[in-house]
């Protein structure tokens, strides 16, 4: 009913930029809260970055100033600008949005297929 489609990943040099989109489509009713995380090898799933439905962000401590997120709500679309990037950004990174589908009174959680980023010389 709803689908989220990742685009943007890929390899880059220390220090360049990269820009992820995510766009959901299907029987949307409200799109609340959307945020992005990654997982690198070994590790668990962390959150990067989110904004609310009203706008509000907040960012992990490893990406404050490097990274910012923001949203089209008429294309439905997230997007994670990443500068600056590091080696340790390297991760599988994936889009999360909180969303009611219409004739639906809960809000539910659905992910993007998630997009590699690879930040290496």
């Known amino acids: 009913q709803v689908q989220l489609v990742e685009s943007g990943g890929g390899l880059v040099q220390p220090g360049g930029s990269l820009r992820l989109s995510c766009a959901a489509s299907?029987?949307?009713?409200?799109?609340?809260?959307t945020a992005w995380y990654r997982q690198a090898p070994g590790n668990q799933r962390e959150l990067v970055a989110l904004?609310?439905?009203?706008?509000?962000?907040n960012y992990a401590d490893s990406v404050k100033g490097r990274f910012t997120i923001s949203r089209n709500s008429t294309k439905n679309t997230v997007y994670l600008d990443m500068n600056s990037l590091k080696p340790d950004d390297t991760a599988v990174y994936y889009c999360?949005?909180?969303?009611?589908?219409?004739?639906?009174?809960?809000?539910?959680?659905?992910w993007g297929q998630g997009t590699q980023v690879t930040v290496s010389s």
């Open positions: 904004m609310s439905s009203g706008g509000f962000t």
């Open positions: 299907g029987s949307i009713a409200t799109i609340y809260r």
């Open positions: 999360n949005f909180n969303i009611r589908i219409l004739r639906a009174t809960i809000v539910s959680d659905y």
